[in-house]
């Protein structure tokens, strides 16, 4: 364990000296406003408040290369590793496992601030522009009352509501990353790692259990009739591929080695 957190504090230094970081959640913001397309030019920011242009922006393809940014800063840190021959300058004094379940917590926690404070940003830059809520919008508010963290809204606390949502599209991104990082083992190739999380992410679309998908682990969709249930069940879902993705890591970095 010891290990463990020696390999951690070492990966969480190197990431915030990497200028990857900055431009992974930059890269969040800018893709969020990308997805608008033509609404982000009408008057209003299209539907004329926060809540919607930021839905409107996350259900549109244009977000998918969002999850690539969130892979930025850290999923491609083993193809890096291996070129410059630090990695078994790393396990010298360590275990490979505890350098792999290092480089997977920080990779997962790297694309969930990078969602999250990209998004904090392009909600901020909307807020200047248009209200929180537009009362003249009506019945479609009702798409929100009918998900999680409904009682936010109706309390005014429409913010906490869009980082709450950013955070479920944050252990998407997570595990997307992760992913990543196990493709980026079997094939050494930056673009490729970078390119992953947007393509399997278009993939899971088609995968559907009994009725839900990838699509339906946002904030709007309620599976449970709590709002912590839904959010421990996302965070379920996002570890525990995340840790079969370290495990693949793990496998791929050992028979290299």
Not at 28 to 36: E, G, Y
Not at 134 to 158: A, C, Q, T
Not at 215 to 234: E, G, H, R, V
Request: aromatic share 16%; glycine share 6%.
């Amino acid at each position: 364990m010891s290990q463990y957190f020696r390999y951690l504090s070492v990966d969480f230094r190197r990431l915030l000296k990497n200028p990857k970081f900055i431009i992974g959640i930059l890269g969040v913001t800018a893709m969020l406003f990308f997805s608008l397309e033509d609404s982000l030019f009408r008057e209003g920011f299209g539907d004329g408040a926060v809540i919607f242009t930021y839905y409107n922006s996350v259900i549109l393809s244009g977000f998918l290369i969002a999850y690539s940014f969130c892979a930025l800063p850290f999923a491609t840190i083993y193809p890096e590793d291996w070129e410059h021959k630090y990695i078994r300058y790393s396990l010298i004094r360590g275990s490979l496992k505890a350098y792999v379940a290092a480089k997977a917590t920080v990779i997962y926690i790297s694309a969930l601030l990078a969602m999250i404070i990209g998004t904090l940003i392009f909600l901020l830059i909307c807020r200047t522009q248009v209200p929180w809520v537009n009362p003249e919008l009506g019945d479609s508010f009702e798409i929100f009352l009918r998900g999680n963290y409904s009682h936010l809204l109706k309390d005014g606390h429409v913010l906490l509501y869009c980082i709450l949502f950013s955070i479920h599209l944050g252990f998407i991104a997570g595990f997307l990353a992760n992913m990543a990082s196990c493709c980026s083992v079997i094939i050494s190739n930056t673009v490729l790692t970078l390119i992953f999380p947007a393509l399997a992410y278009r993939m899971l679309c088609f995968v559907s259990i009994r009725g839900y998908s990838i699509l339906s682990l946002t904030a709007i969709t309620k599976i449970f009739p709590a709002d912590w249930s839904n959010l421990l069940f996302m965070l379920g879902i996002s570890v525990v591929i995340s840790a079969l993705s370290a495990m693949g890591c793990y496998l791929g970095l050992k028979r290299k080695l």
